[in-house]
């Protein structure tokens, strides 16, 4: 905290409570008569205390905290004799019985319910320190202490679960549980293992990139974000590509791709749905494979998601949830994450349901603070108006990476604002006055589908004012058949008037085009750009059968030393050998081979050939023989020819699996041809099963 030159005449009042904005605004409030001190949690305001109570004139407190709440700092003043001396007023939008009388009983003065009115904290702080008769003199100059590092971390989190969460279906809380659920996660692997040398400010950046583990959902169509039932397998492939486009957008930003945020961001997107026993995707990294923080955001996320309700389940019991985790109904996880799992289990529910109560209302403190200001019932710093102003621009932020059109519909004056994104892509103003006469009412939509639409508005009811219609809109010159998804607002003042709306449009049509290009997406692997095993499966058995008479030969490999790649460089580097390798497939081979990326850093060739003599399979090996940046690549290969193990893949497969597994137990880099009369054969693939 930095310090102010205060006047010694003036009494100290100490303001406790984790939002910044809630203590600026009753800084504004009261810093006239009196010198502020700020604590942003009952942690600081303890220390604060120990030693000076008898400077402290009063303390507004705050229920809801993180780390110690209300409830404990009034137990711990209790304990040392801190009540006797300083007197507290309650400031909280909790106003439920059981809450109020415990204050009361933990010896608070006085209780002010959220939203602040200016002359009622004024007047309640002036009767209770007359009530109280303790003027003292004040002894140290004051020590203003601010928050060293802002919360920003937790609006970001809130803003994201609005963004990608409200097209997802699903409440607005996930997110925010999995930030919680990983740093708690993250704290106890700390003190049960040091394999992993995580430190505090490690956690930090985990606990902050976990917010963006699905912001790949954003790609995602909402048609398949939303579907009630079982997704279809051709569904299921488009909904698994959101890993892969979240680490691709955060790649994207430009500037930022050094910064350790972005590089954990990666990590956790592209990542946050492998498997400890190699079958998760998309890459199918197996064990330590998967960075650490994209293993226990995996374990955080399947945790909060089994909590809650979804669009095609009912939320299970913590206890089942732990249940399901532990049991393996929900995959594989690292064996010391599932021992992390069941040493915070007891705790775990309680720490949920504390955090959701916290973040819940501070949107309501921005909306409840731009109103007061509005009215013209508060006068606010500097400081407080430069906080106001950083929260619009987050909101803005948000609003236009989402690439929506999020509009505000205001009924007095009439006027439609939209986000700066929307508004260039539909080449409007961001203020559109008396939007019935202008380019909304006339060109955008038809004149009597907007009227109907803004009668709509005003047709719900507060508690039901979800609306949801299709419209046929104009936009940037075509027709577009798109969707008006918005909430209508209503005064705060009794009797409750309609006072406007907010919404977003989204374009039906271009969902159903993302659909039919992400189908042909879907049969590619996204790293390589290379056939995925799915797609090479099925086209490779297709050719099995239709030309029955040609020769073919099937090779299977995988690079030999990759993990010392990524182990000694990092992922990053080792996605970039994979592509090395892609390409050097794609340029070495002829238009009627395929090629397919099988998972992690394995690839198969299915190939043609006349002859003995013509089979390409030692120039393949050599022309993968290859130094990179420092690294060799070469491949340990194993090889199957079509007219000596049958027509069928399977069997076609294994036969090169087990090839190639010899090549790698004969020391690597090398390549073998399954044989059928190799007598070694049957030992070489019960050692393979024993692996």
């Not at 110690?68 to 019985?97: H, Q, R, Y």
Request: charged share 30%; glycine share 6%.
């Amino acid at each position: 905290m930095e310090k102010t030159e205060m006047s010694d005449s003036k009494r100290k009042i100490l303001i406790v409570d984790d939002s910044e904005m809630n203590r600026s605004l009753l800084c504004d409030m009261l810093s006239g008569e009196y010198e502020i001190l700020e604590a942003e949690d009952g942690l600081e305001a303890s220390a604060i205390l120990q030693g000076r109570e008898q400077e402290i004139a009063l303390m507004l407190l705050d229920i809801v905290m993180p780390k110690m709440d209300g409830f404990a700092l009034l137990t711990v003043m209790n304990k040392n004799g801190w009540i006797k001396s300083v007197p507290v007023i309650i400031i909280s939008s909790e106003t439920v019985p059981a809450y109020v009388d415990r204050a009361y009983d933990l010896g608070v003065h006085d209780y002010i319910s959220r939203p602040f009115d200016e002359r009622i904290v004024q007047r309640r702080v002036s009767n209770t320190l007359m009530l109280f008769a303790k003027q003292k003199e004040l002894e140290h100059m004051v020590i203003e202490q601010i928050q060293k590092r802002e919360n920003d971390n937790s609006l970001m989190i809130e803003i994201l679960s609005n963004i990608v969460e409200s097209r997802n279906g699903e409440c607005g809380m996930h997110i925010l549980h999995v930030r919680l659920l990983t740093e708690l996660f993250l704290k106890k692997l700390i003190t049960m293992t040091d394999k992993y040398s995580i430190s505090r400010k490690d956690i930090q950046l985990i606990c902050t990139a976990s917010s963006l583990h699905d912001i790949g959902k954003i790609a995602i169509p909402t048609k398949i974000l939303n579907k009630p039932g079982r997704l279809t397998d051709e569904e299921f492939e488009i909904m698994k590509t959101h890993s892969i486009e979240g680490a691709k957008l955060l790649k994207e930003i430009p500037r930022w791709e050094e910064e350790p945020l972005i590089k954990i961001g990666c990590e956790v997107c592209r990542w946050h749905h492998e498997r400890y026993d190699g079958k998760g995707y998309p890459d199918r990294l197996k064990g330590d494979e998967i960075p650490i923080s994209a293993q226990v955001v995996a374990l955080a996320d399947v945790y909060s998601a089994l909590r809650q309700d979804r669009v095609y389940k009912k939320a299970f019991s913590h206890k089942k949830a732990v249940e399901m985790i532990i049991g393996g109904e929900c995959g594989a996880f690292n064996p010391v994450l599932l021992e992390c799992l069941t040493a915070v289990s007891d705790t775990l529910e309680k720490e949920v349901g504390v955090h959701s109560e916290q973040t819940a209302t501070r949107i309501e403190i921005v909306e409840s603070i731009e109103q007061q200001l509005e009215k013209g019932d508060i006068a606010v710093s500097d400081r407080t108006l430069q906080l106001l102003e950083r929260e619009r621009m987050k909101y803005r932020f948000f609003a236009n990476i989402s690439q929506e059109i999020q509009f505000e519909y205001t009924k007095v004056p009439e006027m439609l604002t939209l986000s700066e994104w929307s508004a260039d892509y539909l080449e409007s103003p961001e203020v559109i006055m008396n939007p019935r006469n202008d380019i909304f009412g006339k060109e955008i939509f038809r004149e009597e589908d907007f009227s109907e639409l803004l009668q709509a508005f005003e047709e719900q009811t507060e508690e039901n004012g979800k609306f949801e219609r299709d419209y046929l809109l104009t936009i940037n010159g075509k027709k577009r058949w798109s969707r008006v998804i918005a909430k209508s607002i209503w005064s705060e003042e009794e009797p409750k008037k309609f006072v406007g709306a907010i919404g977003k449009i989204i374009d039906i049509q271009n969902e159903t085009e993302k659909i039919n290009d992400l189908k042909t997406d879907a049969e590619r692997d996204s790293l390589t750009g290379l056939l995925n095993h799915k797609t090479a499966r099925a086209r490779i058995c297709e050719k099995l059968a239709r030309d029955s008479e040609l020769k073919y030969i099937l090779i299977v490999f995988d690079l030999d030393g990759f993990k010392q790649a990524n182990d000694q460089y990092g992922h990053m580097f080792g996605d970039e050998v994979l592509k090395e390798v892609a390409s050097t497939l794609k340029e070495g081979t002829r238009g009627n081979d395929l090629l397919a990326r099988v998972g992690g850093d394995e690839f198969l060739l299915f190939m043609p050939y006349k002859d003995e003599k013509e089979m390409p399979v030692n120039r393949v090996f050599c022309m993968l023989d290859k130094d990179y940046k420092g690294f060799h690549i070469s491949v340990s290969m194993g090889v199957a020819k079509a007219k000596d193990s049958g027509r069928d893949y399977e069997s076609l497969f294994h036969m090169a699996d087990v090839a190639m597994y010899r090549a790698k137990k004969s020391g690597k880099h090398a390549y073998y041809f399954y044989d059928e009369s190799d007598e070694t054969m049957n030992s070489v693939l019960n050692s393979v099963k024993e692996d």
